[in-house]
């Protein structure tokens, strides 16, 4: 385990020897940001980043964190790291992910690189509750734009495992977090940019319906909270409201929150304290957090 204060209290890699579906695993990483992580490219080598709060105020709780940037970058700390600390002082560990970025250099099938490493940090957490004190049914994940795409499609393909499992360890989230995300590959609902980059250019019906989660929900996906802008023009407010519908259709428990402003990625520009309020309370109805 490699410390690093300015990303957590330990950072962990998701794999303890090879990297699965991997062609080359030396790292070619770029980190941006001046002083701290602000972003981070090309991640051949993923890991996570753990945050815990202290024994006093823990309620047992983890909540997995995947930063967006259209499957080609990620926002490591608007969308990682801040959103880790703001959860730690609710009393929920928090693990921000870096996960693999789909390229057809360092992958046999870019289209499962993100969903192996998600998977596996459903695993890991899962397989050391016990020594980060989490309760292993309250691990939830949360994802922002793509990062909310993979985490969609962690909630929604996890009876089949894209990672080694030998003990077969769950790998059903317990609950879900989308900010902003995108959910569909379908050419009206889609955000361009994170198709391409995750499934080609010229993806096949068959590969679009895979991956366009609104069209994989049962009635075990995970409880999920949503929240979206109305006036977001990045990635359109339908892939929200048709994941909704569709959790809705299958009586799965699921909140949603358009807020009139803010556009696309306002965590960027709001503070975690005032829009996560309504995914706080949702929290906390549900037993997830005190």
């Known amino acids: 385990m490699l410390a690093d204060q300015a990303a957590g209290q330990e950072v962990v890699p998701l794999y303890a020897g090879t990297v699965p579906n991997s062609i080359s695993v030396k790292s070619g990483e770029i ?3 001046g002083s701290g992580i602000k972003f981070v490219r090309n991640v051949s080598i993923p890991s996570m980043s753990v945050y815990l ?10 909540v997995i964190i995947f930063p967006g940037g259209g499957y080609y970058l990620e926002a490591y700390e608007i969308e ?5 600390q703001a959860l730690v002082e609710h009393g929920a560990a928090a693990f921000v992910v870096k996960y693999r970025l789909p390229t057809d250099s360092t992958m046999v099938d870019k289209s499962i690189g993100p969903l192996q490493d998600a998977q596996q940090a459903i695993k890991v957490v899962r397989e050391r509750a016990g020594l980060w004190s989490i309760d292993p049914n309250k691990i939830g994940i949360m994802g922002f734009s793509a990062g909310g795409h993979l985490a969609s499609t962690a909630g929604t393909h996890f009876d089949k495992a894209v990672v080694p499992n030998e003990k077969n360890v769950s790998l059903r989230p317990d609950f879900m977090i989308l900010v ?21 250019e010229h993806p096949s019906d068959s590969l679009i319906d895979l991956f366009s989660n609104e069209k994989n929900v049962t009635g075990k996906t995970p409880p999920t909270f949503l929240i979206h802008t109305e006036d977001d023009k990045g990635v359109d407010p339908d892939n929200s409201i048709e994941f909704f519908e569709a ?3 299958h009586d799965v428990p699921v909140e949603l929150v358009i807020l009139p402003k803010g556009g696309h990625g306002f965590a960027a520009n709001v503070p975690p304290e005032k829009w996560m309020q309504p995914l706080l309370s949702w929290m906390r109805d549900n037993g997830w957090m005190k």
């Not at 990682?80 to 880790?84: D, F, H, K, L, S």
């Not at 609902?189 to 994170?194: A, D, I, K, P, R």
């Open 80 to 84: 990682g790291t801040q959103i880790a």
């Open 31 to 33: 980190l941006g940001g």
């Open 180 to 200: 902003y995300p995108v959910i569909s590959m379908t050419k009206t609902l889609t955000h361009v940019g994170s198709r391409n980059f995750l499934l080609g």
């Open 53 to 62: 709060p202290d024994s006093s105020q823990s309620d047992g709780s983890a």
């Open 247 to 249: 959790l809705r259709r």
